[in-house]
């Protein structure tokens, strides 16, 4: 798992074509609501318990509203199971 927010790094959220929105003259996206560092991470969980297998297949931004959220998936899945949507906690939150 990585260290922190700011050594993750998220290549398909920016950048790729299909993907959300980049700036231009037309649609310079200087009064986004979207925080620049995303506020979910989404899993696909295989098993239960303590033989539960995890992997991360995207990341999420919560609306400012609260009642729903923005997901960018990079992964879909191939074999049964669920999909977990998981705040991202603080370093602080994290080591406790």
Do not use: C
């Not at 995303?38 to 995890?54: N, Q, Y």
């Amino acid at each position: 798992m990585p260290l922190s927010l700011e050594d993750q790094s998220y290549p398909l959220a920016t950048g790729r074509k299909g993907w959300p929105e980049q700036p231009t003259k037309d649609n310079t996206m200087s009064k986004t609501n979207t925080p620049k560092v995303p506020t979910h991470e989404v899993f696909h969980v295989v098993g239960d318990k303590d033989k539960a297998r995890w992997t991360k297949i995207g990341i999420g931004w919560q609306h400012q509203d609260g009642e729903g959220m923005n997901l960018i998936i990079n992964y879909t899945p191939l074999v049964e199971g669920r999909t977990v949507v998981r705040r991202i906690k603080a370093p602080q939150e994290a080591e406790a």
